[in-house]
Nanobody, 126 residues
Framework: QVQLVESGGGSVQAGGSLTLSCAASRIRLIYSNYCMGWFRQAPGKEREGVATLGRDSTTTYADSVKGRFTLSLDNAENTLLLQMNRLKPEDTAMYYC??????????????????WGQGTQVTVSS
């Protein structure tokens, strides 16, 4: 089964940076049949997608983090990274790593994100 473990969360002042890591077990992230993504949920708010990486290496970002967050893969460590810069208090949330099955239909598509890590807390103070 797919196993995902997040790390790198913590407390930081507004304007600071953090890098989140998602270590994957039992799947290979590079050239794999999975899509990967980071999601977040703050108390009283709905879960939202932050950044995703498709099977064809396409990346997407939420409008609220474009230009500030960067998604990448550490192929040697089979780890998904999220570099977060110029953090804002609004970024405070529990961040989750997730994986989805990829399928090919004249192009690569992602199914529902069915595999989730335990989450890592990010707190940004003013």
């Amino acid at each position: 089964q797919v196993q995902l473990v997040e790390s790198g969360g913590g407390s930081v002042q507004a304007g600071g940076s953090l890098t989140l890591s998602c270590a994957a077990s039992r799947i290979r992230l590079i050239y794999s049949n999975y899509c990967m993504g980071w999601f977040r949920q703050a108390p009283g708010k709905e879960r939202e997608g932050v950044a995703t990486l498709g099977r064809d290496s396409t990346t997407t970002y939420a409008d609220s983090v474009k230009g500030r967050f960067t998604l990448s893969l550490d192929n040697a460590e089979n780890t998904l990274l999220l570099q977060m810069n110029r953090l804002k208090p609004e970024d405070t949330a529990m961040y989750y790593c997730a994986a989805a099955r990829a399928r090919y239909d004249y192009g690569w598509y992602c199914d529902d994100y069915d595999y989730w890590g335990q989450g890592t807390q990010v707190t940004v103070s003013s």
